[in-house]
């Protein structure tokens, strides 16, 4: 399974950004699929998931309302769309495969760095 993130980059605050990741070799039955960061010196946390058969989506509280997670099952693909961004969203973000039956994110890809200048 590879995972490629991209769409990272320089933004002001307030600006907006969209974030993609292409899944491919997934051979297996996808449940969830994620978006997480990593801030400088501080830990991997969870921003967004998104299932892959019906579409439901689930946000960490601080994104609400301005991140949306979706998804394109013929691309194998998930998307980011980041919006009123802050500071605090600055970080390495990262794409993650649940797969069915599996409680943990198996797979990950390379993350790709957002960076929000106040």
């Known amino acids: 399974v590879q995972l490629q993130a991209s769409g990272g980059g320089l933004v002001q605050a307030g600006g907006s950004l969209r974030l993609s990741c292409a899944a491919s070799g997934l051979t297996f039955s996808v449940d969830d699929m994620a978006w997480f960061r990593q801030a400088p010196g501080k830990d991997r946390v969870f921003v967004a998931s998104?299932?892959?058969?019906?579409?439901?989506?689930v946000y960490v509280d601080s994104v609400k309302g301005r991140f949306s997670i979706s998804r394109d099952i013929r691309k194998s693909s998930i998307y980011l769309q980041m919006n009123n961004l802050k500071p605090e969203d600055t970080a390495v973000y990262f794409c993650?495969?649940?797969?069915?039956?599996?409680?943990?994110?198996?797979?990950w890809g390379q993350g790709t760095l957002v960076t929000v200048s106040s």
């Open positions: 998104i299932n892959w058969r019906g579409g439901s989506t």
């Open positions: 993650a495969v649940k797969r069915s039956l599996v409680s943990m994110y198996s797979y």
